[in-house]
């Protein structure tokens, strides 16, 4: 055994020096690179499925799906979802388009207020704000998946055209609502118009 | 069919070609070349897509003096790296339609911000109908605790005549626009939400004022 390990130690330099050796040793640095790069594509395409943390699955602790929650004041220390500005109030709701399309109302009071709907990974599918909405500071909006919009679309309910109809293939996912907290006396308004906000299925 | 398997009339006869040197190695060899391939492409593929969700690479930065937003953070088009960084922090990122948000680690001298300086933030901002401004520590965290007021907005700001403005970032409290932060923080950012800003369609990007951030007294 000993005879046969110093055989293998006094071979080395010569190995060494073999150019197959080297041109291997890059070729094998190289599949370990094209492997690394596929690991890399996979994990980072991956996360956001995966991820127990998102903004998606901590809205669920703010109440029940299908209806706008009020979120707790965005303060130091006590931020219901990291990044929120401290400045506004917000309401969210999370939806699952399997049960059907949804509608979200809301009539919030100025002077600012936004609307965002993200899907369960973190991505903004639609939004826009008080001024984008085009429909006098209200809110009327229609998610559903492109299989309901076709039999939507056989049979068209009243007001369709009014509505804001925001097709994906997202199907699980929540909306967001900001205002803006600017005066004190406004407040108790954007509370109860949000407390009003509905998000519930067609 | 075994037997005309081995007895192949068209290779019958012919010697093997000699195998090169690099496929002529010991199963072994093999296994231990396998075992190099795998822990480089693990070290490699784990440690940097750690790195690249951990802080993401700024694709399709848009920089304004020392401020820098990432317009398509908030769009269909996220890039994977920043969909990733969002979706494992679960931070909400301000969509397109909503605003636009600038982050500034760095003073306008390039220097990093300090949460044991002073900082004046001054001039204009960019265009957009209601902005605010709030300070965060490294890992994005709002900082200014203990205070009544955690930032600053447009639509509450002491302006000169000429429409520019002036706020002093400082833990303690300051006459004019007083920006709260925190003495005590690890690290100091500086965060600008512009709402409703044309900024976000990504047009008119040349020659918007941005606020310069100077550094005053530091403790």
Redesign the interface.
């Known amino acids: 055994m000993s005879a046969r390990a110093r055989k293998t130690f006094s071979s080395l330099p010569l190995r060494a020096l073999d150019g197959?050796v080297v041109?291997?040793m890059l070729?094998?640095?190289l599949?370990?690179?094209?492997?690394?790069?596929?690991?890399?594509i996979a994990?980072?395409?991956g996360?956001?499925g995966q991820?127990p943390?998102?903004?998606y699955?901590?809205v669920a602790a703010f109440g029940p799906d299908g209806v706008f929650n009020r979120l707790p004041d965005?303060?130091?220390?006590a931020?219901p979802?990291?990044?929120?500005?401290?400045?506004?109030l917000h309401a969210a709701c999370r939806f699952d388009l399997g049960e059907g399309p949804l509608k979200i109302e809301a009539a919030l009071p100025p002077?600012?207020w936004?609307?965002?709907?993200?899907d369960a990974?973190?991505?903004?599918?639609?939004?826009?704000?008080d001024?984008?909405s085009g429909a006098g500071g209200r809110l009327e909006v229609l998610v559903l998946t492109t299989e309901q919009l076709s039999v939507l679309r056989e049979n068209p309910p009243e007001g369709l055209e009014d509505l804001i109809v925001i097709e994906t293939d997202a199907l699980h996912g929540y909306a967001?609502l900001?205002a803006?907290d600017?005066e004190p006396l406004l407040r108790e308004r954007i509370e109860t118009a949000m407390a009003q906000a509905t998000c519930r299925r067609l | 069919m075994t037997l005309a398997l081995s007895h192949d009339p068209e290779t019958d006869g012919l010697r093997p070609d000699r195998v090169p040197s690099i496929l002529r190695r010991r199963r072994r060899a093999l296994a231990l070349d396998l075992a190099i391939v795998i822990a480089i492409a693990m070290s490699v593929g784990f440690s940097s897509a750690y790195l690249a969700v951990e802080r993401a690479p700024a694709f399709g930065a848009l920089r304004l003096g020392a401020w820098e937003a990432r317009p398509r953070q908030g769009t269909r088009d996220a890039d994977p790296y920043s969909t990733a960084t969002h979706a494992r922090t679960g931070r909400v990122p301000l969509a397109g339609g909503e605003g636009l948000m600038f982050l500034a680690e760095t003073d306008s001298d390039g220097n990093t911000l300090s949460p044991r300086c002073d900082y004046e933030i001054s001039g204009q901002a960019a265009p957009a109908r209601l902005w605010t401004l709030v300070a965060l520590d490294r890992e994005m965290r709002l900082v200014a605790d203990g205070s009544p007021r955690s930032g600053v907005d447009s639509r509450h700001l002491l302006r000169r005549a000429n429409g520019e403005f002036v706020i002093t970032a400082a833990p303690r409290a300051r006459p004019g626009n007083w920006l709260p932060t925190s003495g005590t923080a690890r690290g100091l950012v500086l965060a600008l939400r512009l709402y409703d800003t044309p900024l976000t369609t990504g047009t008119g990007v040349a020659n918007v004022p941005m606020p310069e951030i100077r550094r005053g007294l530091c403790r």
Request: hydrophobic share 55%.
């Open positions: 197959m041109v291997r070729l094998l640095l599949a370990g690179l094209f492997l690394g790069g596929i690991i890399h994990i980072v395409l996360v956001p991820v943390e998102s903004a699955a901590r965005v303060e130091a220390g931020e979802l990291p990044m929120l500005d401290p400045m506004m002077p600012f936004s609307f965002a709907l993200f990974g973190g991505r903004a599918i639609y939004s826009l704000n001024r984008t967001l900001r803006f600017g």
